[in-house]
DNA sequence: CTAGACCTTCCAGTGCGCTGGAAGGTCAAG
DNA sequence: CTTGACCTTCCAGCGCACTGGAAGGTCTAG
């Protein structure tokens, strides 16, 4: 199979797939006497895992670490649960994060609705944006 | 004011005031006799806004044009309410994505509770992460 | 006079995950 | 033989908001 096709089945793009060999995500392949990339079935595999993993919020980083792992022949569990609950902790960080912001913004949504743009001219500056109480 | 005062009482780093500058967010004030940046309390206040504006989700770019409207002496009310409501939907949507992840890596994390070790060296590879139905 | 706290400029790098483009090689169809 | 789709490498840049470091200038206290 060639760049273009596993691209196509993967959903990533050519350039992608160099990257992340490139990165050490996926092994060099063998080439064809032209010196076109021969990528097998398992690539694919390869980079679906990528996908899952990713999708989950892993970083790159932390999927080549686990890919390193599990191409050295052990069984990554130990480190995937780690991860899983790693990002599961900050994935409950960035929503408090967010929802955090998301009331500022309201505040300020509701404070613009009740503004008169009057009162911002008075001031030489829209007063919308401004202390929090 | 000198900069490491503005830094101190702004909360930021001489670094970032002098990257603001750069950036177009800070004015170039005025300087001392020996080349010193001399501040007023305008500058403070400034750096003010910039942060509550931040903490509110905008990028330094919108607020880079806040700014400059501000200054060039109109009222940017209707842009500050624009910018508030496309960023509560940014955020909106943002923490869709966030929830959907978190149920992922919560399926995850009840696959990996229920998943002995033992089948995964079975498979060669963790079955933790692999495709969520 | 000197130490050291603070300031100046300029250039470059961080992290993350790609993405773009140039210059050229390979291969199948017409 | 040519066209055009596909492939190769290499280098560079993006977006965002800083951050680090080198090399040097200034000011104040002791």
Redesign the interface.
């Known amino acids: 199979m060639r760049i273009g096709d596993l691209a196509a089945r993967s959903g990533l793009t050519t350039k992608t797939i160099r990257f992340y060999e490139q990165a050490g995500l996926l092994p060099e392949p063998p080439r064809t006497s032209g010196g076109y990339r021969d990528y097998s079935d398992e690539a694919a595999a390869r980079l679906a895992?990528v996908r899952?993993?990713q999708?989950?919020?892993l970083t790159l980083a932390e999927i080549r670490s686990?890919l390193t792992l599990?191409d050295s022949g052990q069984?990554?569990?130990?480190q995937?649960?780690r991860l899983?609950?790693e990002?599961?902790a900050e994935?409950?960080e960035?929503?408090r994060e967010?929802?955090r912001?998301?009331r500022?913004?309201?505040t300020?949504?509701t404070r613009?609705a009740e503004?008169d743009?009057a009162e911002?001219?008075e001031a030489?500056?829209?007063t919308?944006?401004?202390?929090?109480p």
């Open positions: 895992f899952e993993a999708s989950a919020g686990l599990r069984v990554p569990c130990a995937v649960t899983i609950d990002h599961l994935i409950e960035r929503l967010l929802r912001t998301r500022t913004l309201r300020l949504a613009a503004t743009p911002c001219a030489g500056v829209c919308i944006l401004g202390p929090i």
